[in-house]
């Protein structure tokens, strides 16, 4: 029903920075919750950042002051920047799009839930 696509990963040393990217199918970055998770090797998935349709922001406690949630509705975009990376922040990073409610917008009806991305590999090297 939505496919979100991310983008930007790679590697990069430790203090580098990287941006990602998520582009949803449907125009749907202006009135959904947008967020961003990281899954590690061998562990679960966890928030990194998340962003309201109304523009509140919360991030994890490890990456505050280094990451920041932004988007652009004209473009219909969601991105995260991530700046002095670490080797801890080494993951699959996924894109995440979540209706509390069934929503009805541009002629697309979209069912309450969680829709991810396939993922984007980040890796930060010591």
């Known amino acids: 029903q939505v496919q979100l696509v991310e983008s930007g990963g790679g590697l990069v040393q430790g203090g580098g920075s990287l941006r990602l990217s998520c582009a949803p199918s449907?125009?749907?970055?202006?009135?959904?919750?947008m967020g961003w998770y990281r899954q590690a090797p061998g562990k679960q998935r966890e928030l990194v950042a998340v962003?309201?349709?109304?523009?509140?922001?919360n991030y994890a406690d490890s990456v505050k002051g280094r990451f920041t949630i932004s988007r652009n509705n004209a473009e219909n975009t969601v991105y995260l920047q991530m700046n002095s990376l670490k080797p801890e922040d080494t993951a699959v990073y996924y894109c995440?799009?979540?209706?509390?409610?069934?929503?009805?917008?541009?002629?697309?009806?979209?069912?309450?839930?969680?829709?991810w991305g396939q993922g984007t590999q980040v890796t930060v090297s010591s």
């Open positions: 995440n799009a979540h209706f509390p409610t069934n929503i009805y917008s541009g002629g697309t009806y979209y069912q309450r839930g969680d829709y």
């Open positions: 449907g125009r749907i970055v202006s009135f959904t919750t």
């Open positions: 962003i309201s349709e109304g523009g509140s922001t």
